[in-house]
């Protein structure tokens, strides 16, 4: 198993930029996908981007392409996301995820789930 705990979100004026981090614990973190998902009240959770083992291959959330970059520090047992020119829409709970799968926008196949940070961008 792994343990995830994210960091780093807050309140933002619209066009700021905030980075979340999230550090895992347990198993060894090399061997996990990662991803970013956000949920805001009353909608379901979201991807936002994710992150393969190596950190060789990413993928994007159309919403936040351009503007979000997800990347890894596997010595640090860390992944990241940089939120720049953040829109109010941007506002909900970040959660980051690990899965052995395969490197997917698909929240069902995350098997493990941090307590999410939250992120708000008022206009």
């Known amino acids: 198993q792994v343990q995830l705990v994210e960091s780093g979100g807050g309140l933002v004026q619209a066009g700021g930029s905030l980075r979340l981090s999230c550090a895992a614990s347990?198993?060894?973190?090399?061997?996990?996908?990662m991803g970013w998902f956000r949920q805001a009240p009353g909608k379901e959770r979201e991807f936002v981007a994710a992150?393969?083992?190596?950190?060789?291959?990413?993928s994007y959330a159309d919403s936040v392409k351009g503007r979000f970059t997800i990347s890894r520090d596997n010595a640090k047992n860390t992944v990241y996301l940089q939120m720049n020119s953040l829109k109010p829409e941007d506002t909900a709970v970040y959660f980051c995820?690990?899965?052995?799968?395969?490197?997917?926008?698909?929240?069902?196949?995350?098997?493990?789930w941090g307590q999410g940070t939250q992120v708000t961008v008022s206009s």
């Open positions: 992150i393969s083992r190596s950190g060789r291959i990413t």
């Open positions: 995820a690990a899965t052995e799968k395969t490197i997917t926008p698909m929240v069902a196949l995350f098997d493990y």
């Open positions: 347990g198993r060894a973190f090399s061997n996990y996908h």
